[in-house]
């Protein structure tokens, strides 16, 4: 009898694990790594399923590199503090991000530093160093 | 005092629960936890063709990549609809009719309730077949039929157009919401399987519009999930 209160209350208090399906997994992404860039906004993109970050990046010789920055959806970002306007064409800006595990210049942004000093991740949760 | 408890209590023994809002992804522990979820036991040849889909998808991710399982912008579709991420649902009840819009993707589920189900072969196979609706007790009991073969199924697991899926909807407390899903499938299932959603209320929430329109994400040649980058 005690044996089954005990499982049974073991039962009651396990965590049940939901299975929540994501968009798509961050595998592409090396989430172990952190690449730190400074450059120019050439756009902002502020759509589903993804928001995006286009930026110049200039090298110590004043090469340009352009890289792609991917964010969340709109939804996760505006509860962490991002607005649809945030970010315009030729604002600096410093990213911190997952580069892609191909080499390309990509990568999840971890947390972007604005012009003002303000300091955005990528929703909540999300990499957000304040 | 008395009178009124008792009053209170048989009427959330036998009338039916207001479940309208936004609900959001959760997990429960405690009292409140539902029960884990039953296995996944499928008749052959689909354990084959699925422990072979769960092996491309596990080695992909050792190469550091995804294995495309569903087109990136297509919908779920019930039940795998109900949770995408930590996108929330939003419940709109009214005596006639439930409905469910869920953030991700904005798909749409319509409940009929009190209206009898139409026979599984008569229902245009479609992501969100044919639901009805019914009150036990506290509980909207919900069956679902006519679910494409094509829709993703729960786990990925392979599902025919003989599936049909029942769910229980409760509040066992005011800022929770269970939606237990039995999913049963002579073709491809050995015995039924069910788990338990679990969400917490969002009170005032307003739902974010979700149009999957600058999807740059694309399926390669060999079903891999690439990332299109932008040289500008």
Known sequence: MCKKIILGLLAACAIVAIPVRAHHSFVMFETAKQTTLAGTVTSFEWTNPHCYIEIDVKDAAGAVKHWSVELGSPSILQQGGWKFNTLKKGAEITVTLNPLKNGNPGGLLVQATLADGKKLGNGPGRGAQK | ?232
């Open chain 2, 1 to 232: 005092m008395k009178l009124f408890a008792f009053v209170v209590f048989t009427s959330a023994c036998f009338a039916q629960v207001d479940l309208s809002g936004a609900w959001a992804p959760s997990r429960a522990t405690g009292p409140s936890a539902p029960a884990p979820p039953t296995p996944i036991l499928l008749k052959a040849p689909y354990k084959a063709a699925y422990d072979e889909l769960q092996a491309k998808i596990r080695a992909a991710s050792a190469r550091g990549e995804q294995y495309a399982v569903k087109g990136l912008c297509s919908p779920y579709g019930v039940p795998t609809m109900m949770t995408v991420a930590s996108y929330p649902a939003e419940i709109i009840q009214t005596p006639k009719q439930i409905t469910i819009v869920t953030e991700a993707f904005s798909e749409v589920r319509r409940i009929f309730m009190g209206k009898t189900q139409t026979p599984i072969d008569d229902v245009p196979p479609g992501y969100y077949g044919r639901s009805v609706g019914r009150w036990d007790k506290d509980t909207l009991v919900v069956d679902t039929v006519g679910i494409k073969t094509t829709a993703p199924g729960y786990q990925n697991m392979p599902h025919s157009d003989q599936m049909r899926i029942t769910e229980r909807f409760r509040r066992p407390t005011p800022e929770t919401l269970h939606d237990q899903i039995t999913i049963e499938d002579p073709i491809t299932l050995e015995q039924p399987v069910t788990y338990t959603l679990v969400f917490r209320l969002l009170a005032d929430y307003e739902m974010v519009e979700f149009v999957c329109d600058n999807n740059r994400e694309y399926i390669d040649e060999n079903n891999i999930v690439r990332l299109k980058l932008h040289d500008k």
